[in-house]
């Protein structure tokens, strides 16, 4: 097992992991794109009760495809997208990769909704891929 840990740019909120992912993936859902900016965002699932944080998180909540709600933290000093809980998976607390302090560290294994990812963003063409999120 080894510990991660990450935050925000401006060190506001920072968490610890004491875990190992569940699994990693690189998300085209038109919510991950609209959090990023870009065509995708990447992901670690870990277990929800192996993370602690300080600071304090924004949050917004919108609904999934699922119908279920979804929660995205953020810092709101300086906008760092952070986290994300789903409520179809309660006990998961998915980490944005890019505020880990090691991003290099990731190993991503899929590549979820795949129907929605713009022609222009290209991820490793070897993952498997997902036309929406794959079955539990």
């Known amino acids: 097992m080894t510990k991660h840990t990450g935050g925000c740019a401006c060190r506001a ?9 569940i699994a990693t993936a690189h998300c085209h859902c038109r919510d991950c794109q609209q959090a990023t900016g870009t065509g995708h965002a990447t992901m ?43 409520e179809s998976m309660p006990d998961a607390f998915l980490i944005r990769a890019a505020s880990l302090d090691d991003p290099h560290l990731l190993k991503p294994q899929m590549v979820l909704y795949t129907d929605r990812a713009p022609a222009w963003d290209h991820v490793d063409p070897s993952l498997p891929r997902f036309a929406k999120m794959p079955p539990a």
């Open 44 to 86: 670690l699932i870990f277990p929800k009760p192996a993370v602690t944080m300080t600071g304090t998180p924004g949050r917004y909540q919108s609904t999934a495809d699922s119908g279920r709600m979804k929660t995205r933290g953020f810092c709101t000093q300086c906008g760092s997208p952070l986290f994300v809980l789903l």
């Open 13 to 21: 909120v920072r968490y610890e992991i004491s875990a190992d992912p």
